[in-house]
């Protein structure tokens, strides 16, 4: 491994991109959701349903079908939720954890049952690469920004709706009013309940497709533990980003790029075990969570 190679780090970069999609579009769906005064702590399990429905549903009928399925099964767990909060005023912190525990064991159960132990592992079609003629020539960037899966050029487009939705809108105001204040926006007219619904919903769906962005655009498959903690990283990018879409993307980033580049490092570094750029992201993830909680980075 060289580190001065500019192809080593066009790789890293590269790889930076598509592997924070899926931790962007768990963020938001997490945002989404606290927005609306709830939490989610299922995030992870959520994922991981998502992911094996996309590879159902991809199998079957195409990528296309795979993202759509992915969706639906995260809306059912969001809306799993919402009853269960709203309607029951259950714990939150206590469903979330039964959801991560039901998405991950649930899925692990039936996809042994689909696909049991010693068969061929099961390749579905990824979403396709688009390449932007003439500026993936561009010496360097060329390769990693105008080279990418279709999904992540989308979570660019998600990016920019839901800051516009969020911040320029009706509809984020009263999602925002409905976090901050209940009584607030009941008194101006507003079905908290609906919105919470709808909201809690919402950000299940955005998890679901989540874990689709592993199997459709990273893997091409499924397998136990493929989130590999992802959900409760995304749940940090939340708090880091400070419950904005572009703090949440930002925070993404920063944990996709010492993942890409501890997958990229692996055995290329004398003296360090393999274990250690492992847990480079995770490590890192704490350390930037620590540093942007301390009082004084809060205040500037």
């Known amino acids: 491994m060289d580190w001065s190679d500019p192809v080593f780090w066009e790789i890293v970069l590269g790889g930076m991109l598509r592997l924070a999609t899926p931790l962007f579009i768990a963020a938001l769906g997490e945002m989404i959701t606290e927005k609306a005064g709830a939490i989610n702590l299922g995030i992870d399990g959520v994922m991981t349903a998502g992911a094996f429905a996309a590879l159902v549903f991809a199998y079957f009928a195409g990528w296309g079908a795979g993202l759509a399925g992915a969706c639906l099964v995260g809306a059912i767990y969001g809306l799993l939720l919402a009853v269960s909060v709203i309607r029951f005023n259950a714990d939150q912190i206590v469903i979330g954890i039964a959801i991560s525990l039901i998405g991950a064991g649930l899925t692990s159960y039936v996809f042994q049952l689909w696909q049991p132990s010693g068969q061929t592992a099961i390749f579905v079609p990824l979403v396709p690469m688009i390449t932007i003629p003439g500026l993936v020539d561009i010496p360097f960037i060329g390769s990693i920004l105008f080279r990418q ?133 995770y490590v890192m993830t704490i350390v930037v969570l620590m540093l942007a909680n301390r009082p004084i980075i809060r205040r500037a």
């Not at 992802?230 to 920063?254: D, K």
């Open 149 to 281: 899966n279709a999904l992540t050029y989308a979570m660019i487009l998600v990016l920019i709706v839901a800051i516009y939705l969020l911040n320029r809108t009706r509809l984020g105001l009263i999602l925002t009013a409905v976090g901050e204040d209940r009584a607030a926006a009941e008194m101006r007219g507003v079905n908290v309940d609906r919105v919470r619904y709808i909201a809690i919903t919402l950000g299940g769906a955005f998890m679901g497709l989540a874990g689709a962005a592993i199997t459709l655009a990273v893997l091409g498959s499924y397998n136990d533990g493929l989130t590999n903690g992802r959900g409760y990283i995304a749940l940090a990018i939340v708090i880091v980003g400070r419950w904005t879409p572009l703090g949440a993307l930002i925070g993404a980033l920063i944990f996709a790029f010492f993942d890409s580049l501890g997958l990229r490092a692996q055995g290329g570094l004398a003296g360090l075990p393999t274990e250690a750029f492992s847990a480079l992201p």
